[in-house]
């Protein structure tokens, strides 16, 4: 009987070993080709009971396997008897459900020299899901990337990786891993769960990964871009980040945009921040702004106090005009660059693009600054190609370039019509 022909592992795993003769003497070769059938040496004593056993395996009676099998097991002596006696083993073991005895089966079956190729993917995957099961992550881990490095391509094994390691406190690792498999679901057509993101975000906060927690936060932004996200991950990255005044200014414009700003206490950190920044029009138009909403009550006596200054600072502003000709006679661009921060702040979009454009022409400011404002005045003009072209002018480093690739994520998600630019909060003198 060519019982050795039989011998897979459980459907399950979907595993397939190749068909072999009982006997070495047997070996035959293919009528098609030359290619001679893999030799093995099974014993007598061996074949018996080994062939009641599988027949009693395809009829899926485990109990009554296990007599034979254990006879089996006791004769076998060389590298062939003890791989197909470990092979029926883990199928009787599969069967019963009996965790305890898959394992070491899986175990010995790794270990076998005559273990196919072709069969070492899954079960190093399965030895190391194991592994993670029974909590025992340092076991889980070597197995799972040997998995990884054979070519098993199961879904959930960048998952488990990931998982192992940040049980085992690696964190840049196990983000590296959890990529992986937000790039597999991706690249199968899936969107990945918001549950890794999440998880990868809480592990490199904790950790105090800067840089890796804004990478993950953009990366969830941009996959579940709602108006909650857009609050959560803004206010975990000024939180993680020494945010000037000026780049805090910067991210309630985008909480603004993104329809995020929700309490009072917000507003008022963006008035503050633009009033300190020198732009009291942009401190009016933010609580003219949560006034509309109804966030802003009329009566409140802190919100009251900082309009009445920002609406004095506007009376006693020079018309804008007049900043516009020093700076275009100025030797370096930094007048330009105030000055489209006062047109920006205004509400005069086109005007802050001709001046951040004048400031970059000649120089001597902070260019990652000038550029970013530049995309911000471009969106909020509804010029989302001229928006983008600027934030990518943006050098990687610091909260500035995180700062314009959130705005850049907001930009992936306005569509095709331009924004409506906002009007201005008081027309400046001209």
Not at 99 to 104: E, L, R
Not at 152 to 159: A, E, H, R, T, V
Not at 396 to 421: M, Y
């Amino acid at each position: 009987m060519n019982f050795v022909s039989r011998f897979a592992v459980a459907a399950a795993l979907g595993v397939s070993v190749a068909a072999v003769s009982v006997s070495p003497a047997n070996a035959q070769r293919n009528r098609g080709g030359e290619q001679e059938q893999p030799q093995v040496e099974l014993s007598r004593e061996f074949r018996e009971p080994a062939a009641k056993a599988q027949e009693l395996i395809a009829a899926k009676k485990f109990d009554e396997a296990e007599a034979p099998l254990a006879q089996a097991e006791a004769v076998a002596q060389n590298d062939d008897e003890k791989y197909y006696a470990n092979w029926m083993r883990f199928q009787v073991e599969l069967g019963r459900g009996n965790d305890a005895g898959v394992v070491p089966a899986l175990d010995r079956l790794l270990a076998s020299p005559k273990l196919p190729a072709e069969n070492a993917p899954v079960l190093n995957y399965e030895r190391g899901r194991r592994a993670v099961l029974a909590k025992d992550y340092e076991t889980a881990l070597p197995y799972l990337l040997k998995a990884q490095e054979l070519g098993y391509n199961q879904s959930s094994l960048p998952l488990l990786i990931a998982s192992s390691y940040f049980q085992l406190d690696k964190v840049s690792e196990g983000a590296a891993a959890l990529e992986r498999a937000v790039a597999a679901e991706k690249a199968a057509g899936n969107t990945p769960p918001e549950d890794w993101y999440r998880l990868a975000i809480s592990k490199l906060y904790n950790a105090g990964d800067t840089a890796g927690t804004a990478k993950w936060l953009l990366m969830e932004l941009d996959a579940y871009p709602t108006v909650e996200n857009w609050r959560r991950t803004l206010l975990i990255f000024r939180e993680n980040n020494q945010l000037t005044n000026r780049q805090k200014l910067d991210l309630y414009r985008l909480l603004g945009a993104a329809g995020a700003l929700a309490d009072e206490s917000e507003y008022l950190s963006y008035g503050d921040a633009a009033f300190n920044s020198g732009l009291p029009w942009e401190t009016k138009a933010a609580i003219d702004a949560g006034r509309a909403s109804g966030i802003i009550q009329t009566g409140t006596a802190d919100f009251n106090e900082l309009y009445t200054r920002a609406n004095t600072a506007i009376r006693n502003e020079r018309a804008l005009s007049a900043y516009e000709s020093e700076a275009a006679s100025a030797a370096n661009g930094q007048a330009a660059a105030q000055t489209g921060d006062a047109y920006l702040a205004s509400g005069d979009y086109a005007k802050a693009v001709s001046m951040y454009q004048m400031a970059l022409q000649k120089g001597g400011v902070d260019t990652n600054e000038v550029n970013l404002h530049l995309g911000i005045a471009h969106a909020k003009a509804g010029d989302l190609a001229g928006a983008r072209t600027s934030f990518d002018a943006v050098a990687d480093g610091g909260p500035i370039s995180n700062l314009a690739k959130f705005w850049t994520v907001w930009l992936n998600h306005q569509g095709s019509a331009p924004a409506a630019p906002a009007e201005p909060a008081a027309a400046p003198a001209q």
